[in-house]
């Protein structure tokens, strides 16, 4: 059977075992794991079912399920985070400070119709995450890869120049404004965040390895086969020039001649077999001067809750703010009023335009059953 590159699994695995603890597989996607010391879950000494395939969820209710997103991998993630030694460094060449604050994030927003309020701006630092990962490849041979992958932790989401700039100068290992710091998303969601940017990387890795080695193996087993045949000519040979009463114990030997053909071809395709395994080493923190500032969207009759918008001192530019309908990055932006009938007082909602498409539609069904 194929291996599964199912890695948080794998991940998982790394970390129990390098607590002391244990985790047993009970069938593909679901292991018995042996608590121990610093790992999050079950206690020292208890035994608990973990299910990572959650089309096996159904067979196994009591188990609990790990995958992303559910709390038990978080627990699983924050505690690798411990694992990894973090170091934080501030950029030091840049300040916050923009003039035309206002008017360069109504340029960088799109919303026709609504005029775009901007509030003041607040200046901060916000950290990105440098997480580097070390990969194994574990076949006949072990080699080892290291992978990196940056996740902005204001936005929660990929940051995929934040290793070009970490080689770059202007780093500080103190605060260098006294600034206050952004908010952040947990680092063990970060660190699930990274993972997935690496994961195809390190599957394409693992990919290419097995490849190379079922081509070895294909060489190997034809080689073989090519011996035991010869043999095996060379038995029946010998075996219709004997007497009939040898017919029994020539037959033995062809038996095991062919056994023999059998395992060793089973063998050198057993040793083609490559496992992945992953586990973060380290995490940098690269803090960055930014300014958030909240904009509302005003139209005829409705106004907007504030969306916060980021001005990044660093690419000098406005960042796209997540829908909060989609949590997609636009710089698109719509006005949404309040739903008809809502109370009194019941804020508008700003959107991309794809979601206040869907909003609208919903509006007008509504109203048009109002009407039927
Ligand atoms: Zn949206």
């Known amino acids: 059977?194929?291996?599964?590159?199912?890695?948080?699994?794998?991940?998982?695995?790394?970390?129990?075992?390098?607590?002391?603890?244990?985790?047993?597989?009970?069938?593909?996607?679901?292991?018995?794991?042996?608590?121990?010391?610093?790992?999050?879950?079950?206690?020292?000494?208890?035994?608990?079912?973990?299910?990572?395939?959650?089309?096996?969820?159904?067979?196994?209710?009591?188990?609990?399920?790990?995958?992303?997103?559910?709390?038990?991998?978080?627990?699983?993630?924050?505690?690798?985070?411990?694992?990894?030694?973090?170091?934080?460094?501030?950029?030091?060449?840049?300040?916050?400070?923009?003039?035309?604050?206002?008017?360069?994030?109504?340029?960088?927003?799109?919303?026709?119709?609504?005029?775009?309020?901007?509030?003041?701006?607040r200046a901060r630092y916000d950290a990105l995450a440098l997480f580097l990962f070390r990969v194994s490849y574990l076949g006949e041979e072990r080699e080892e890869e290291l992978f990196a992958a940056g996740v902005d932790l204001a936005l929660g989401r990929p940051h995929r120049t934040v290793g070009d700039w970490v080689d770059s100068g202007g780093w500080s290992?103190?605060?260098?404004?006294?600034?206050?710091?952004?908010?952040?998303?947990?680092?063990?969601?970060?660190?699930?965040?990274?993972?997935?940017?690496?994961?195809?990387?390190?599957?394409?890795?693992?990919?290419?390895?097995?490849?190379?080695?079922?081509?070895?193996?294909?060489?190997?087993?034809?080689?073989l086969r090519e011996y035991f045949d010869e043999s095996l000519t060379e038995l029946d040979a010998r075996r219709a020039e004997a007497p009939p009463v040898e017919a029994a114990s020539w037959d033995e030997r062809r038996r095991a001649t062919t056994a023999e053909r059998d395992r060793r071809a089973a063998e050198a395709e057993a040793r083609a077999r490559v496992r992945l395994s992953a586990e973060p080493v380290s995490v940098l923190l690269a803090c960055v001067p930014r300014i958030a500032a909240g904009f509302r969207l005003r139209g005829?009759?409705?106004?907007?809750?504030?969306v916060t918008v980021l001005f990044d001192a660093a690419s000098h530019s406005v960042l796209p703010p997540d829908c909060p309908a989609c949590g997609r990055p636009t710089l698109e932006w719509r006005l949404i009023p309040p739903p008809v009938g809502a109370a009194l007082g019941t804020e508008a909602t700003a959107t991309c335009p794809a979601c206040a498409g869907l909003a609208q539609e919903t509006r007008e069904r509504r109203v048009g059953k109002r009407r039927g």
Request: aromatic share 6%.
């Open 1 to 121: 059977m194929e291996e599964r590159p199912w890695t948080l699994e794998r991940f998982v695995c790394a970390l129990l075992e390098h607590a002391g603890g244990a985790a047993e597989e009970v069938e593909p996607g679901v292991r018995d794991a042996l608590g121990a010391g610093s790992a999050p879950w079950p206690r020292p000494g208890e035994v608990g079912r973990m299910v990572f395939d959650p089309e096996a969820l159904p067979e196994h209710p009591d188990a609990a399920p790990v995958f992303f997103g559910s709390p038990r991998a978080d627990d699983f993630l924050e505690a690798g985070k411990a694992l990894a030694p973090a170091a934080r460094a501030w950029r030091a060449d840049l300040h916050p400070a923009v003039h035309d604050l206002k008017a360069r994030v109504r340029r960088a927003l799109s919303a026709p119709e609504t005029s775009i309020e901007v509030g003041p701006g």
């Open 173 to 223: 290992d103190r605060r260098p404004l006294a600034l206050p710091d952004g908010p952040m998303i947990p680092l063990g969601r970060a660190l699930a965040s990274a993972w997935k940017e690496i994961e195809p990387h390190a599957v394409s890795g693992l990919r290419a390895r097995e490849s190379d080695a079922r081509r070895r193996a294909a060489v190997e087993v034809a080689r």
């Open 300 to 306: 005829k009759i409705a106004v907007s809750a504030p």
